[in-house]
């Protein structure tokens, strides 16, 4: 089993940054695929950025392409992701998510088998 803790949300004016930080435990040392999703009221949960466990190649979504950076810690189980230059739109629960088919990454979420309880990110205009 795996099981991932975020942290790190939080309130900010728009144009200001945050960091959300995931620690995955168990089973981890697998290849796999480990990201973010997030998901906004009446809206469906949705890919922000993913990365290949094995050689740390990321996937964005469009929308946070050139503000959002992931990035995974040395021993592979601590996902960060550092987001710049927010706006009213990336208010969201954001979620961490992992998968170790080793079968690719994508930013579909029924691919993910495993989930952090998820972080709440208000941007205010």
């Known amino acids: 089993q795996v099981q991932l803790v975020e942290s790190g949300g939080g309130s900010v004016q728009a144009g200001g940054s945050l960091r959300l930080s995931c620690t995955a435990s168990?089973?981890?040392?697998?290849?796999?695929?480990m990201g973010w999703f997030r998901q906004a009221p009446g809206k469906e949960r949705e890919g922000v950025a993913v990365?290949?466990?094995?050689?740390?190649?990321?996937l964005y979504a469009d929308s946070v392409k050139g503000r959002f950076t992931i990035s995974l810690g040395n021993a592979k189980n601590t996902l960060t992701l550092q987001m710049n230059s927010l706006k009213p739109e990336d208010t969201a629960m954001y979620y961490c998510?992992?998968?170790?088919?080793?079968?690719?990454?994508?930013?579909?979420?029924?691919?993910?088998?495993?989930w952090g309880q998820g972080t709440q990110v208000t941007v205010s205009s």
């Open positions: 998510a992992a998968e170790y088919t080793g079968k690719g990454c994508y930013m579909d979420p029924v691919k993910y088998n495993y």
């Open positions: 168990g089973y981890t040392y697998r290849s796999g695929c």
């Open positions: 990365i290949y466990t094995v050689n740390g190649w990321p």
